[in-house]
């Protein structure tokens, strides 16, 4: 008997180590992976370049065309065997995560013209099953029906330290405190906004990570994960 191809959504709050584990899932199961809020990320990367960001928020005007000029598609990098997302054919996967991205990137996400696009997008990714995505309402809204939803979280001053070496690392320069700020703002505007808010459904699996390992964070998730194989196979 071959093995259900399960769908996996993983939410949580930024910088909490969401795509770490989603990769690593992908990579031991042969999954397929989606990044969903590199996808928000390009989008804002796209109306900043067309001049449609005024005070770190989106000018709505002629949303419907703009989004329907963008195409965005996940390639496999032959070097690094990562996926790369890109926008109209180009590569603009170092770009959406620059600090200026981060900090207009929720303010975008919460317009419904957008997400509404996105989740057509996401769905239709992840038709076939075999699939693990991260976000913020992948298992409330793009995969209700996920058989296994997680949602991860971690101490704000844990997320802040973690995001502020990973700038580091990149050669993007930020204060320790405006990356906790940037954080802070992200969280209250992905937790309140109207359209699909950040919310840890019923059925999600709480994942706090703040004081644990990323090995020991992919040996939780595959256990849960394990569980379900075995009731649907069980049934």
Do not use: W
């Not at 370049?49 to 002629?62: A, M, V």
């Not at 603009?92 to 317009?111: D, K």
């Not at 990973?166 to 505007?189: A, P, Q, V």
Request: proline share 4%; charged share 30%; net charge negative.
């Amino acid at each position: 008997m071959h093995a259900p191809r399960l769908t996996i959504a993983i939410d949580g709050y930024s910088s909490c180590g969401k795509s770490t584990l989603a990769k690593a899932i992908a990579k031991k199961l042969s999954y397929v992976y989606v990044d969903s809020g590199a996808m928000y990320r390009a989008i804002a990367l796209f109306l900043d370049r067309q001049g449609k960001i005024l005070n770190g928020h989106p000018i709505l005007n002629e949303i419907d065309e703009l989004l329907e000029s963008i195409k965005l598609e996940f390639r496999i990098n032959p070097e690094t065997g990562n996926q790369e997302l890109f926008l109209n054919g180009l590569n603009v996967e170092q770009e959406i995560r620059s600090p200026q991205i981060a900090g207009i990137v929720s303010p975008v996400a919460a317009v419904p013209e957008i997400r509404h696009k996105l989740v057509e997008l996401q769905r239709e990714l992840g038709k076939t099953g075999g699939i693990v995505m991260d976000g913020r309402d992948i298992g409330s809204v793009v995969f209700p029906y996920a058989e296994v939803k997680f949602f991860v979280t971690a101490e704000p001053d844990v997320r802040a330290q973690r995001r502020y070496l990973e700038l580091r690392e990149k050669g993007i320069h930020s204060t320790l405190e405006e990356t906790r700020e940037n954080l802070l703002e992200r969280d209250r505007i992905d937790s309140t906004r109207q359209v699909s808010p950040l919310i840890r459904t019923e059925d999600a699996i709480l994942l706090d990570n703040s004081h644990i390992t990323k090995e020991e964070q992919l040996e939780f998730a595959l256990e849960k994960i394990n569980e379900k194989l075995h009731e649907i196979n069980e049934k």
